[in-house]
């Protein structure tokens, strides 16, 4: 029996690891190459569409060369997507992180200058230490390497590794944008410090908010422009101005999974985690690609590329749980919980989202599951569980739980507390074939009970009741997961009583399950598939639940 999932789907970009200025290549060429960059050394996911609320099929670090395949495809609220192909892999990028292979700087001897601010590394990736941060419009000298996009440079700050999306070629001074050198009316496009002079040596007078009003002088100097406000004069750094007055909605909402930040950098400290769809309110200021918001669970800075305009919408569907997750009553942190759902649980999933929480039905009520738990793709079992569902096909139920009516330690060798009853929830349970749920030897097997122990050896066991077993199978014999092993007996055969159902319990043993027994709940490495079955202490604890093996 094949007991193989797919992967879980993961529906987010790293959370928080956007560049500090927001680019975009919207004129690839289809069947052309091009390179994954702009995310400052940090990895990005491929998606199954082309849209935020598609799953993770990879993860890819910049400098990856990639096979355009169609677009630009134009998705709500978001910049333009791209099919792409790379190393045996097909998906979507959003073109934030893709540039012609002949964009990305990738010369490694001569001079070159940062067009923003860019962090100094001691080695070529994000997981290197930071030297120090170079500010826009910083010589830097090419020391001869280029490792995936990350350029050895030597600087008088000290050397090291700066990624080559924001370098340009140049030595000394570096021209501003030819838009700039009219004087006239310019706005400020994110906060950018007013400096006495045109560098970043230079004393800063104050930080000016976004959207102030200058007065351009028509002067300017390396990347700086000299300008006049209701703040002061002074210079500023060309980068954040433009002509026109940014438009910024008061109201927003996270469009994906995202890190609330206490500053505007990838190296400031995280608040929380911000589910999708929250609720926020814009402050006005914007940093480095960060915008400051408030929201129901706290203030502080998030990436811009995270946020939209209108709530994201969602479809209806099967949905699984992807970790022990609370079940509440309402669609908030504060809502009373109606009870924890195991991982990998299918649940229902309305389509309706409210601050993070999507509406669900389960088999044990309606109610609200944070976003954040909720997967389309079943996900797999962890390599430490040893154990898998003795059964398949169908849709079955635990008909009776932990501390059911027989399920109690009444004695030494009658220790049931920790067992469920198996039954399909449509159609017959006799005669259904029974798998063995874990690798073993066959330590005995009871006629009378329709019983059997699978020594799984470490002082464990696997117990099974009212199975009529294969002539086959003998005691003694080593067994495999996923192999069979006899039907669930019909009702009143081999124990069963008036009911067909499926016994099984787990034993902490010092003789395989024959006399020494103590029952344990299914968690922890006794998980069923990965899924986690703790005690709560309830009656008939966990009866109700549905799964489909």
Known sequence: MVRWLAPVFVILLLAGILPTTTRADTDLEVGGTVVIAYADGDMVRLRSGPGTSHFEVAR?????QVTVLDGPITGSGDPPWYEVSMQGKTGYIISTYLVNSGGLFTQTTGNAVTTDTVNLRTGPSTAD?????????????????????WLSVST?????????????????????????RAAGTRYTLDRVH???GPGTGNRSITVLPVGVRLAFTGETQSTFAKVSSNFGSGWVSAQYIGPNAPTLSETAFTNDSVRLRIGPSTNRGIVRTLPVGIRLTLTGERMNGFARVRSDLGSGWVASAYIS???????AGTRYTTDSVN???????????IRVLPSRMSVRFTGSVQNG?????????DGWISVNY???????????????????????????GYNGSSHQNRTQYWQYYYSFDLKRTAGSTAWQPVYAPVDGRVRWIDEDTGGMSISMGDGLAFAMFHVLWDANIDEGDTIRTGQYLGMIAPAGRAGSGSSAHLHITVWTTSDEGNWSRRAHPFTGRFSIEGTDFPSTGARNDHRGYTFRP
């Open 60 to 64: 890819f670090p910049e400098g990856t």
């Open 129 to 149: 230490s930071i030297v120090t941060t170079l500010g826009s419009g910083h010589e830097l000298t090419l020391t001869g390497e280029n490792r995936q996009g």
């Open 156 to 180: 008088r700050s000290g050397r090291g590794y700066v990624y080559g999306a924001f370098l340009i070629e140049g030595s000394g001074e570096v021209s501003v944008a030819s838009s700039l």
């Open 194 to 196: 007013l400096r006495t």
């Open 309 to 315: 305009n209108s709530a994201p919408r969602s479809t």
């Open 327 to 337: 079940l509440r009553r309402g669609s908030s942190l504060g809502s009373s919980v």
């Open 357 to 365: 929480f999507g509406k669900v039905a389960t088999s044990f009520g």
């Open 374 to 400: 909720l997967t389309s793709t079943k996900p797999a079992p962890p390599s430490t569980s040893l154990v898998t569902w003795p059964v398949s096909g169908g849709e079955w139920t635990i008909s009776q």
